[in-house]
């Protein structure tokens, strides 16, 4: 079974760094590579409710910091901002240690350790699409970014405070992360697919306006 469950892990993993390596997908390379690392949490998740896996630990808690982590990062680039390079391997790390820290007895600093980063990761995501939706032209896609973030903080804050660490998360956690996470996923892509459909037209418009000027210049030298 840990054999099993460590080359799914190794499977995520790479389809996870695979997607992160397309820089052309931007915003959404991120945000897919989270729902990605979330699901790998899940698979721990699923282990440890059914036997003795404390050795999984590290890794379960790295993976779910790395969703908040990677929706920071995702509306950082969807804010038009420069992501920086140490913000996830950061985040892995420190929810590494968060892992080790209730494997080897120390249950609340892993606790504490996770209640400092996710919900303060997720609210920062939220905080850098808001912004990026100001505006008159800002859809309702990208209106809807910020609120469905700041349920995903509250969402990990109840998590964190509700579930016993080192054992299973309960399945009425779980089962409110299975409905929260794919509202978030389809409006972050309806979001980026009106940011696509603004540029297009601005660039339309930007193209319209330049034939027009070079039609009108070629007017005035024919008149001449």
């Known amino acids: 079974m840990e054999v099993a469950v460590l080359a799914l892990l190794s499977v995520l993993a790479g389809i ?7 820089p052309d997908l931007g915003a959404m ?3 897919t590579s989270a ?4 699901f790998g949490a899940a698979i721990c998740n699923t282990l440890l409710s059914i036997g ?3 050795w999984i630990l590290p890794i379960s808690h790295a993976l779910r910091t790395a969703y908040p982590a990677m929706l920071l ?19 892995l790390g420190l929810g590494g240690v968060e892992g080790l820290a209730v494997l080897v007895g120390h249950p609340e600093l892993g606790r504490g350790i996770g209640l400092a980063l996710e919900p303060t990761a997720s609210l920062g995501a939220a905080f850098y699409v808001s912004r990026a939706a100001r505006g008159p032209d ?14 995903i903080a509250v969402l990990a804050v109840v998590t964190l405070l509700g579930s ?4 299973a998360i309960s399945i009425g956690f779980v089962g409110g992360w299975a409905v929260v996470v794919p ?20 660039s339309q418009e930007e193209l319209e306006r330049r034939v027009e000027e070079r039609t009108a210049e070629l007017r005035e030298s024919e008149e001449r």
């Not at 729902?35 to 979330?38: F, P, Y």
């Not at 800002?138 to 349920?151: E, H, I, K, N, T």
């Not at 309806?190 to 603004?198: I, K, M, N, P």
């Open 73 to 91: 990062a995702g509306a950082v680039a969807y804010a038009g901002h420069r992501v920086p390079r140490w913000l996830i391997p950061a985040a």
């Open 164 to 167: 016993v660490p080192g054992a």
């Open 183 to 202: 509202i978030l996923l389809a409006v972050q892509i309806a979001a980026v697919g009106d940011r696509v459909q603004e540029t297009l037209r601005s």
């Open 138 to 151: 800002a859809s309702a896609s990208q209106r809807a970014l910020a609120p469905v973030m700041v349920g």
């Open 52 to 54: 003795d896996a404390a």
């Open 29 to 31: 390379a991120f945000w």
């Open 35 to 38: 729902c990605v690392a979330l």
């Open 16 to 22: 996870g760094f695979s997607v992160l390596r397309r």
